[in-house]
């Protein structure tokens, strides 16, 4: 099967199961859907699968927004039953969100693979500057800002989670940061754009690859079976059920780390995931 030792493709499931968990448990923690996990893995199980190039990054992607669905109905259901979400800001973003997911897809469509690594480079960078070196004096303002604003940035959400293969917690968390929010609400609101990004993004992720499919036979055919455009179900299958149950278990995690320590842990985690990316830009 795929042409790969019984051994070796038992340790690869094991591995996949592992990774599951740790994805489940980051969205938890984090507020995040756990693509930024998810992607560098599935990166890796593409490369060993000798999938193209040319089409590894937008599978990564696109794989990882199917994944993040369950992960973040989970998390989201798990924040909210403590009373964190702020349901408010949540509303005000639903729309801009999910036209700004819709149309990252149609760019993953025509896209090269090396943007979707530049587009992670860039935003896990700041974003791990930002909460492993940020001041409580950086504040844009006291409150959240006025309306226009907030669906501009969510427009803007959409559109790099979509590229990054994100449930958007990072950029909502910083943006909630910035605006004066505690990390602990920033992130259990946060979760709540993961559910918003990931169903319209998966499914135009499987639009936008279903075309390029046909110029790769080879990674449906023999190495990525059940693969819809770009989304791999062999991927999601083997993530679903421990993300799925590590989930809340981050969540209360969580709710028992101090702000500065949740800080912290999330951007070291950033600088890793944008290490990776970076170090594969260059190669």
């Known amino acids: 099967m795929f042409g790969i030792p019984v051994f070796d493709l038992a340790w690869l499931v094991v591995a996949l199961l592992a990774a599951g968990a740790l994805t489940g448990l980051l969205a938890g923690v984090f507020g995040v859907g756990g693509g930024a996990v998810a992607v560098p893995i599935l990166y890796e199980l593409f490369r060993f699968l000798e999938v193209p190039d040319a089409v590894r990054m937008p599978l990564c ?13 989970r998390s989201f259901n798990a924040h909210r039953a403590k009373g964190a979400v702020d349901m408010s800001i949540l509303k005000v973003w639903a729309v801009p969100v999910v036209l ?3 149309a990252g897809s149609i760019i993953a469509r025509y896209a090269p693979a090396d943007l979707f690594k ?6 896990a960078g700041f974003s791990a500057i930002r909460l492993l070196f940020g001041k409580d004096t950086w504040r844009l303002g006291l409150d959240m800002p006025r309306r226009g604003i907030m669906v501009a940035y969510g427009g803007l959400i959409g559109i790099l989670s979509a590229l990054m293969g994100i449930g958007g917690g990072q950029l909502s968390n910083m943006f909630m940061t910035f605006y004066n929010r505690p990390i602990h609400q920033a992130v259990a609101t946060s979760s709540g754009l993961g559910i918003l990004i990931s169903i319209p993004g998966a499914l135009g992720y499987i639009y936008a690859g279903w075309p390029h499919m046909a110029d790769y036979p080879t990674v449906t055919a023999f190495q990525l079976p059940l693969a819809l455009g770009y989304v791999s179900l062999l991927g999601f299958l083997l993530f679903i059920p421990t993300s799925i149950w590590m989930a809340p278990v981050g969540a209360r995690l969580a709710h028992r780390l101090s702000k500065r320590r949740l800080e912290v842990a999330f951007g070291i985690f950033l600088l890793i995931v944008c290490a990776r990316f970076a170090a594969s830009l260059l190669v």
């Open 61 to 73: 992607v696109g794989t990882s927004l199917a994944i993040i669905v369950p992960t973040s109905i």
């Open 118 to 123: 530049g587009v992670f480079v860039v935003v």
């Open 100 to 102: 700004g997911v819709v």
